[in-house]
């Protein structure tokens, strides 16, 4: 099976700075259609899983442009620019390339 | 789009539980279906899937344990959890498949306790 690594399990930040998260597959995400199989996810307590980016770059319908999904290959990385109070939570990259599907571990993003 | 879990609850190990999602807001005949777990302070896991036509995939750990299935008149979703162990504590998420193949609505999840 495909093993999606996200190292940080934590990351700190404050209120307007910009920070990343990455996600390094075991296997490259890319298909023959030229797309990468590679998506991200926001939980934040008491609310539902939002999906945020597929494709490694498309943001889902309406995601502030804040969020940028960027990566090919085996190396992806989600920025968030100007970070926001309500941005701290729980993020997760996804591989839907090959079955079974799997999450990396998750990044917690804390205030500073 | 609104996806709603229930059935979940503590269960004994051995025995078995059957959730439901139930779908609106948008035609559930038309999209294929999933199941994420996340245990307790853990990351998600998926579990199985079931495509608008009923072809299924299941998560190793769960194969032969778990059926996912559909009912398209009832708009709902099921997972039947047999032989269920301790490791199958978790909250159980349905999702949606969205085209573009990621999980692009996910309902708010059902805990499953298993414990004796």
């Known amino acids: 099976q495909i093993t999606l690594t996200q190292q940080a399990e934590s990351l700190w930040v404050s209120p307007g700075e910009k920070v990343s998260i990455t996600c390094r597959a075991s296997q490259s995400l890319l298909y023959t259609d030229g797309k990468h199989y590679l998506s991200w996810y926001q939980q934040r307590p008491g609310q539902t899983t939002k999906a945020l980016i597929y494709h490694a770059s498309i943001r889902t319908d309406g995601v502030p442009t804040r969020f940028i999904g960027s990566g090919s290959g085996t190396e992806f990385t989600l920025s968030i620019e100007d970070v926001q109070p309500e941005d701290i939570a729980l993020y997760y990259c996804l591989q839907t390339l090959k079955k079974p599907y799997t999450f990396g571990a998750g990044t917690k993003l804390e205030l500073k | 789009v609104q996806l709603v879990e229930s059935g979940g609850g503590l269960v004994q190990p051995g025995k078995s539980l059957k959730l439901s999602c139930s779908a609106s807001g948008f035609t559930f005949s038309s999209y294929g279906m999933h199941w994420i777990r996340q245990a307790p302070g853990k990351g998600l896991d998926w579990v199985a899937y079931?495509?608008?036509?009923?072809?299924?995939v299941y998560a190793d750990a769960v194969k032969g344990r778990f059926t996912i299935s559909r009912d398209n008149a009832k708009n709902t979703l099921y997972l039947q959890l047999n032989s269920l162990k301790s490791e199958d504590t978790a909250i159980y998420y349905c999702?949606?498949?969205?085209?573009?193949?990621?999980?692009?609505?996910w309902g708010q999840g059902v805990m499953v306790t298993v414990s004796s």
């Open positions: 079931i495509s608008s036509s009923s072809g299924t």
């Open positions: 999702a949606r498949s969205g085209y573009g193949s990621y999980f692009d609505y």
